[in-house]
């Protein structure tokens, strides 16, 4: 049996900021893993970054990686050793069945789930899928290099940061903690679905200093960077929506984890681009886009419907 509690509303947003906080901050405690730049201004052509100087440190930079992956690993598990204690507070005083680990597992949803789940949103992107099939860059056609594309993916500091650390990381903190401490307040499906992805939207707002920066610091410069962290806030608002939608629906962040990596390799969808690529095949491309909507809209709750998930009852 899985207690019920009443966390005060107030406190939630306190616990949910102190997640956000302590995720984002983790990359600025250490040196290693802040960013630095010159004062320098450039004049530089639109849409270009200025060279990297020498005693500059930028986020691609291999240390900077490194120190940045061991700072969110570190954050990530700070956030799920609050909810541990937050469990520990229920499970002694409601309930003696369910130690607090085991609330702390169920409640994070380090729980198995079924394979649909992980399948919608590759329906999703139907329309991207098959701009890449026309240009043969899937695995085993002839544009894709299994040295350059394979191993890289695998191996690469940046491929490993963007397609395993942070989908695993952020939806851990972002989805599975801050849902856990508004569940606990016992707020609405809806209110946990389309208020607190805003969290992990104004998380990444924090880029907008790193692309002023590194494109000159000057007047286009910051038009870059709020125009690029304006579309950002939207897209992974609008991505964190679903990812909630995933996480309460099945009760697990496994699904949340899969999507968020999935999403990264993708990229946005660029239905545009993929026709000026093939416009020989622009009504075949069209298609698939729509077929890709309209797919998503049915196989959504079909094939994440999960039988006794703790926030979906």
């Known amino acids: 049996m899985i207690p019920t509690t009443s966390l005060p509303m107030f406190s939630a947003h306190i616990f949910a900021a102190l997640f956000v906080t302590c995720y984002v901050g983790s990359i600025y405690v250490s040196k290693n893993a802040r960013l630095s730049f010159s004062k320098a201004k450039a004049d530089l052509d639109y849409g270009y970054a200025r060279p990297k100087e020498l005693n500059e440190r930028w986020r691609d930079d291999p240390d900077v990686i ?14 799920c050793a609050i909810v541990f204690g937050l469990m520990t507070t229920v499970s002694g005083n409601e309930n003696d069945q369910l130690t607090a680990s085991q609330l702390t597992r169920i409640y994070l949803g380090f729980t198995p789930t079924k394979i649909l789940p992980h399948l919608v949103t590759p329906v999703l992107f139907l329309g991207p899928l098959y701009g890449h099939f026309l240009l043969e860059s899937p695995p085993s056609q002839s544009n894709w290099s299994f040295k350059d594309d394979g191993v890289s993916m695998l191996f690469s500091l940046t491929c490993m940061r963007n397609y395993i ?11 599975a903690c801050v849902l856990t401490v508004y569940h606990l307040t016992q707020a609405s499906r809806t209110r946990m679905i389309y208020l607190s992805p805003l969290l992990f939207g104004a998380a990444h707002v924090h880029h907008a200093w790193d692309t002023y920066n590194r494109y000159g ?9 709020v125009i690029g962290t304006t579309f950002q806030f939207t897209y992974t608002s609008i991505f964190g929506f679903y990812c909630s939608y995933l996480f309460l629906r099945t009760g697990s962040v496994l699904a949340p984890i899969t999507a968020h990596m999935f999403c990264n390799i993708m990229g946005v969808p660029q239905p545009g681009y993929d026709i000026s690529q093939r416009p020989d095949r622009k009504l075949a491309i069209i298609i698939a886009y729509l077929l890709g909507i309209f797919g998503f809209m049915f196989v959504l709750t079909r094939w994440t419907h999960t039988e006794g998930s703790l926030y979906w009852i």
Do not use: D, Q, S, Y
């Not at 490194?66 to 700070?78: D, K, N, P």
């Not at 610091?217 to 960077?225: C, D, H, I, Q, T």
């Open 165 to 175: 650390v942070a989908p695993i990381t952020e939806e851990i903190v972002f989805r």
């Open 66 to 79: 490194r120190a940045r992956l061991v700072a969110v690993g570190i954050a990530t598990v700070l956030c």
């Open 217 to 225: 610091r000057n007047p286009a410069a910051l038009k870059r960077a």
